[in-house]
């Protein structure tokens, strides 16, 4: 049976090595992470799906990448999510941009642009409709999983020729096209929010917790993150609290009360309620479905 890391986290160690700054996996049933929990760290990652299908949640965002789709994770960015079937594989890169880039010179404002999070390259790249980055991207995977010394300089070329491409390809969108412009001197601040949310979820938040983390007042910030999600701030909170607990019900060992308690819940039945408001199934069910599905 799949076993499931204890809880969620940020991961903050150095990626890679000196001479090779990126740290590569390949994920199938045997690895620990397979089913990947809700976790956040100052690097950019780049995920190819091998085989099968993942779902995967990005702060507010979900998606469902199948079989030769990537996707492009910006720092600080809140995710989490799990594969189709057992048989599903799937490969990551992490890297930290501002560790292998000089973004000093005047010749890279883009990338200083895109390290400040004045731009976010698009996320999901599906390969039939890629044509113009599956081939550099594809050759990157392949030169990263050799963690050979001898072509850090080849990665990094090629990790440089894929985020040229992004920009040649307008692959991107700016905080101009992202929200209305009122908002814009609090956008940078939305991976803080995301992540004290992450960080606190199995505990009681306060509107006014949330509010205080863009410093922005209840009623203001109430409109800043409909705008921003489409979502209410307390009825995100209880749907990312609910994809938490859809990943823990991934694994067969674990308590679904005990689940429901560490993903912010204090009472069973009302968790129990809103799983089957967000999933159109009771949490039994759920997990029943996905074993009778990974089986």
Known sequence: MLSLPAGAYDEN?????LTFPFDYHYINKHHPRFIMPFHYHIDHELIRILKGGLSITLNERHYYLKEGDYLFISDGVV??????????????????LSKIFDTTKPNTIDLKR???HQIQPKEIFYKEKSTGLSYFIDSFFDIVKTRNDENSLLAQGLLLTILGNIFHLKEFTTKEDEIASRYLKYLNKTNVLFRYIFDNYDKDIALEDMAATVNLNPKYFCKFFKELTGKRPMDYLNAFRIECAAVKLQSPTENINQIAYTCGFKDPAYFTKMFKRYKNLSPREFRQLNLEQKD
């Open 79 to 96: 995710h989490g999510g799990h594969p189709d079937s057992i048989n599903d594989v799937y490969e990551c890169v992490v890297f930290n």
């Open 114 to 116: 895109l390290i400040t």
């Open 13 to 17: 160690f150095e990626r890679g090595s």
